[in-house]
């Protein structure tokens, strides 16, 4: 039975550091076990219903809020303060590789978006349409960007002369509209931001090379930045962007043991050139048809990071995109002193390239304890003043609750060290779980009872032919994920039809 006044205690969120160690299991108090409570009660427990904690996280982590007009969503400055972390992080790798950043048009005249056949019929039942301009009716429609392969074949074909300008190496940061019928925050939305990277390309063998660096520099920022593990793949046929040759994929595991596409990158070959008349004079001083690639990704990449790492306190944000890094959190501030030390905290950890904030409100305790929680601060930094007199500081990580006493001298080298290991934290706990639920199956009957049972990556051989994607997903309830780079033998014949196989390849529910 819990110790009522040590739950009392609690409840008045006395330091859990001196007194109380917080672990994975129970609290305790002075020797007494109690149970370990959540701070944030408003969330959803994950393991009641994970879609409810997801949209529960969402609001109360105040990232989103929802817009007056049906699935739209206002990104609040803590969402958009992680979009801008990893906008900033991806940018920077992008123009290692030479990628400039444009601007294209946000509405696409119909005739344009229809001059290739498959792109169109691929997003026509999401294409919002703009009809009148002011008063006036429009002579034609115009759509508002899904995609923007036609924009950027439109101006190619206007600006490009000679091999000698190529390649050209665009991206652009903006948002784009597709007619969703079923919306969640960050998964799937009227409107997303993005970023949409279009190359074109003197030969076919450098446009192929281009989509594979560009899926790797994908792979590389969510699992060095995001901490998330990926499994690297091509998709099916079927399941490949309207218009490519080829897509490839980083396909991701959530906590719930769902899939989620991350980014895909995508070879057009000279198809889209053809389409729009997109020429230049080769080196034979003939007229030839330029390679084409796009990639790109998205704002789920933060819904993502909640579904990995989060947990029924709220966020658990990585700290390469943390709005904030660490937080000081000065204890018992009205005694003498310690609001003038926490700010010494403050301005050391500044000094040192942290991204800090100082909570020197006249809020609870417990209060800036739940909050900070919810909001997956990486680290807390407590001061007060016994620790003063030891010439110590508290360093909680919102990880693993672990508490660790720095001593203040050291605090400006041992921070950054400790928001390393956070970080590595996360990808191995997140790495376990997409390592531990990966099944191998032999049919469809075994594949849909061990997704049943266990959920995850169920892989199997394939023949390579639609229909059995097709009697995978109606008799197990699975998509194709990805066709894995990393390709097992497990058997000589297909698991749906017992035909030869072709490939290995990984199924999934999927976001």
């Known amino acids: 039975m819990v110790d009522k006044a040590a739950a009392r205690l609690y409840n008045k969120y006395l330091r859990p550091r001196a007194d109380i160690t917080a672990g994975q299991g129970p609290w305790r108090l002075r020797g007494k076990v109690m149970a370990k409570e959540k701070r944030v009660e408003q969330i959803t427990d994950m ?10 996280i969402c609001r109360k982590a105040e990232l989103v809020e929802y817009a007056s007009v049906k699935g739209f969503t206002i990104l609040r400055p803590y969402g958009y303060a992680i979009w801008e972390n990893m906008q900033r992080i991806m940018d920077a790798e992008f123009k290692k590789t030479g990628h400039v950043n444009v601007a294209m048009p946000v ?26 301009g002011g008063s006036e ?25 000679s091999y000698r300008e190529l390649p050209m190496l665009y991206n652009q940061w903006c948002s784009v509209i597709r007619w969703e019928k079923t919306t969640r925050p960050f998964l799937r939305s009227r409107e997303f ?13 450098e446009a192929q090379a281009e989509t594979e660096q560009q899926l790797n520099c994908y792979a590389d920022f969510f699992e060095k930045v ?21 897509t490839y994929t980083v396909e991701c595991m959530m906590k719930d043991r769902k899939a989620l596409q991350g980014a895909t990158s995508h070879y057009f070959g000279d198809k889209f050139s053809r389409a729009y008349n997109v ?81 020197d409100s006249d809020n609870s305790l417990g209060w800036k304890c739940a909050q900070y929680e919810m909001k997956g601060v990486p680290l807390r930094v407590e001061i007060g003043p016994k620790d003063m007199e030891n010439g110590v500081c508290m360093a909680v990580r919102r990880d693993n609750g672990e508490k660790i006493s720095i001593v203040i001298d050291e605090l400006a080298a041992r921070v950054p060290e400790l928001l390393e290991q956070v970080q590595q934290g996360l990808y ?30 169920i892989k199997t051989m394939w023949c390579g032919e639609e229909a059995c994607e097709l009697k995978m997903k109606e008799q197990a309830g699975m998509s ?27 199924w999934g529910v999927a976001y």
């Not at 034609?140 to 600006?159: N, Q």
């Not at 931001?193 to 063998?205: K, L, P």
């Not at 020429?279 to 790109?296: A, E, H």
Request: aromatic share 8%; proline share 5%.
């Open 226 to 246: 995001l901490a998330i593990p990926v499994v690297r793949g091509r998709k099916t046929d079927k399941e490949k962007f309207a218009g490519a040759e080829a």
């Open 47 to 56: 393991e009641v219903d994970f879609a409810q904690w997801y949209t529960d």
């Open 193 to 205: 931001w993005w970023q949409e990277g279009h190359t074109i390309h003197e030969t076919a063998e």
């Open 279 to 359: 020429t230049f004079t080769g080196r034979d001083n003939k007229l030839q048809y330029p390679f084409q690639t796009s990639w790109g990704s998205t704002t789920r990449m933060i819904g993502a990071v909640i579904m990995a790492h989060g947990d029924n306190n709220g966020l658990v944000l990585p700290p390469h995109v943390a709005p904030i890094q660490a937080v000081v959190v000065p204890v018992a501030q009205h005694k003498p002193g310690v609001l003038e030390k926490a700010n010494e905290l403050y301005e050391t950890l500044k000094a040192a390239g942290v991204r800090v904030t100082l909570d």
């Open 428 to 457: 191995e706990k997140a790495k376990k779980n997409l390592d531990e639920h990966i099944y191998a199956a032999h049919s469809i009957e075994e594949a849909k009872e061990l997704q049943e049972k266990n959920g995850g990556f």
């Open 107 to 132: 509405l696409i005249p119909e005739s344009l978006l229809k001059k290739e056949g498959e792109l169109v019929n691929g997003f026509a039942p999401e294409v919002a349409w703009v009809t009148m």
């Open 137 to 161: 009716q429009l002579e034609e429609r115009l759509a508002f960007r899904p995609t923007s392969e036609t924009m950027f074949c439109d101006h190619w074909s206007r600006v490009l002369h």
């Open 480 to 506: 194709s994920r990805c066709i894995p780079f990393h390709q097992e033998k497990l058997d000589e014949v297909c698991a749906c039809c017992g035909k030869p196989a072709r490939h290995m390849i990984f």
